[in-house]
């Protein structure tokens, strides 16, 4: 049967990698290579210095996938589906052309694999349409953790909840029932429009990469300068990937 290793990778240190992750890699015939979104030739990049640097034999094989576009337009979930659809029609295709059968098929998560990523989503859909994969994951670090790490902070506060979730969600408001939120694909800062809330942040952008920016502070005081840092550096690169920690402020401070 076609085996394929779903690995996560990190986001955007070399060092990131795991253990696991690296003996992962030296099991690999083909990588499928996806190309994908505005911060396309960070990841190649990434995913380059990673095959180079760690892959001991030179006998792996790379197709890159070409990854069609999404429909902007009408109901967002009902889009994602369709085009989640047409990636599984895509992979299967690519799995049976490009991987014997007994050989070693990879994907490259940016971070990991659990975390706002849907490859795992779409290979479970190629295996409904019939085609037999046997599927390992091995976990990555997070865009998550590396933001809590260089503010050297915890997520919880004791005994509270954690929220992982949009910027399209957290425009909704501040979430009911938990004391911190982290938030990712934020395209739109909707944090700025919670500056009356007695909230901090701790944000971080380009996290493990030579570009790195970390701010942090009372949401009220930092917002406009984190919104300014923001704009020029993606102006400055072309593209940005950032992530931010929202919280009550403390009350005893
Ligand atoms: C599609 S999600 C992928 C998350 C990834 N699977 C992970 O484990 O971090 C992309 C979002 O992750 C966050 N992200 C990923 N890498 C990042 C980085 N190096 N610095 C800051 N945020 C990052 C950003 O919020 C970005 O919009």
């Not at 859909?125 to 997070?142: E, F, H, N």
Request: hydrophobic share 45%; aromatic share 8%.
């Amino acid at each position: 049967m076609r085996r394929i290793f779903v690995i996560g990778i990190g986001v955007g240190d070399p060092d990131h990698m795991t253990v696991q992750a690296i003996e992962a890699l030296n099991q690999v015939d083909v990588f499928f290579m996806p190309d994908k979104g505005a911060e396309k030739a960070a990841l190649r990049d990434l995913r380059t210095t990673i095959c180079e640097r760690f892959i001991t034999s030179a006998g792996y094989r790379t197709v890159d996938i070409d990854i069609p576009q999404r429909a902007a337009a009408g109901d967002y979930l009902a889009g994602v589906d369709e085009w989640h659809g047409r990636l599984a029609d895509l992979y299967s295709l690519l799995f049976e052309q490009e991987l014997a059968e007994e050989e070693v098929g990879a994907m490259l998560v940016w971070g990991d694999p659990a975390i706002y990523d849907s490859t795992l989503r779409i290979i479970e859909r190629v295996r409904a349409k019939g085609l037999a994969l046997d599927i390992q994951v091995i976990p990555g670090i997070s865009s998550v953790q590396v933001l809590a790490a260089k503010h050297r902070i915890a997520l919880n506060r004791i005994g509270e909840s954690v929220l992982l979730t949009t910027g399209r969600k957290l425009a909704d408001g501040f979430p009911d029932g938990f004391g911190s939120v982290v938030v990712l694909l934020d395209g739109a800062q909707a944090f700025a429009h919670l500056a009356e809330q007695d909230l901090d942040i701790f944000w971080g952008a380009y996290l493990g990469t030579e570009h790195e920016i970390l701010r942090s502070g009372r949401l009220a005081d930092v917002k406009d300068e984190i919104e300014a840092v923001r704009a020029r550096a993606r102006q400055k690169h072309g593209w940005i990937m950032d992530i931010y920690l929202l919280r009550k402020s403390d009350p005893g401070r």
